[in-house]
């Protein structure tokens, strides 16, 4: 039995939102774990040189940016906050900074999705030169990475209580 390449896309589609806003037998998905968090409890520090709540949420809004850009072409430097990958934050939020980092990760989750949607499949799984998976890759990877700073957010709010 062969899958077309529709049910393939819709299966990495439904394999990023069970890791970013669908509800899984794994754990709690991305969204879920920031949705009640405070901006207090977003800048809260585990230890010293430790991320927080709000480096992990905005490290991988950066991340699902990275992936839409490779799939689309968009040029580097594009992303709505200067910097890359882990961003230099203060050490206090205002409750308006912290629900718009919050909107950054959904936003550019929903950009990747259209990004999938729309891309030609051959483009989605073709090799680049070099060590870089084909987009596909990079989709799983990214489906991946929400569930990892995801568990790791759930670490950092039970040490809170602590």
């Known amino acids: 039995m062969t899958t077309s390449h529709n049910e393939q896309r819709l ?3 439904k394999m990023l939102d069970d890791a970013f806003d669908k509800p899984g037998w794994h754990g709690p998905n991305l969204r879920s774990t920031i949705r009640r968090v405070t901006s207090e409890q977003a800048v809260w520090r585990p230890g010293r040189q430790r991320k927080n709540i709000a480096e992990i949420t905005l490290h991988c ?3 699902k940016y990275t992936v839409r850009r490779r799939i689309t ?3 580097r430097g594009s992303f709505i906050l200067k910097g890359s990958n882990w961003f230099d934050l203060p050490t206090r939020l205002a409750a308006l900074t912290w629900k718009s980092y919050m909107k950054i990760l959904v936003d550019e989750h929903l950009a990747l999705r259209d990004a999938i949607s729309k ?3 051959p483009m ?3 090799t680049a030169k070099g060590p870089t998976k084909s ?3 990079h989709i799983f990877g990214i ?3 929400d569930t990892y700073h995801a568990g790791q957010i759930q670490t950092i709010k039970a040490l809170q209580k602590k």
């Open 11 to 13: 299966l990495l589609l």
């Open 61 to 63: 809004a950066y991340w």
């Open 73 to 75: 072409g968009a040029k």
């Open 119 to 121: 891309a030609p499949w």
């Open 124 to 126: 989605l799984c073709q």
């Open 135 to 137: 987009p596909a890759g």
């Open 143 to 145: 489906a991946m990475h």
